[in-house]
């Protein structure tokens, strides 16, 4: 099994800082990209930012310039959020695209997800 495990949110002030991190464990091949969606209440999940191992980040027009992802080690993701805003407060959940053996199909998988919430 894959385990996508994320830690990191919380309550954080308009104009504040959190950074989310996601580990990856279990029977992984190889991972193809990493990153991360968020839902808020009532709303669909939104892609935020994904990068490909090896490959440059991709992200949403509504955090670009305000977050970062980056990658330490092949099993990592980090999500820096910078400038909050209200409408940033979702779950947000770590995505990975995995092949668990040499001869396996590239999987999603998601974590638990985790709440960021941004208020006054």
């Known amino acids: 099994q894959v385990q996508l495990v994320e830690s990191g949110g919380g309550l954080v002030q308009p104009g504040g800082s959190l950074r989310l991190s996601c580990v990856a464990s279990g029977s992984i091949f190889t991972i193809y990209s990493m990153g991360w969606y968020r839902q808020a209440p009532g709303k669909q999940r939104e892609l935020v930012a994904t990068i490909e191992t090896g490959g440059a980040p991709n992200y949403s027009d509504s955090v670009k310039g305000r977050f970062t992802i980056s990658r330490d080690n092949a099993k990592t993701v980090y999500l820096q959020m910078n400038s909050l805003k209200p409408e940033d407060t979702a779950v947000y959940y770590c995505?990975?695209?995995?092949?668990?053996?040499?001869?396996?199909?590239?999987?999603?998988?998601w974590g638990q997800g985790t709440q960021v919430t941004v208020s006054s």
């Open positions: 995505n990975g695209i995995i092949r668990r053996s040499v001869v396996g199909t590239l999987t999603t998988y």
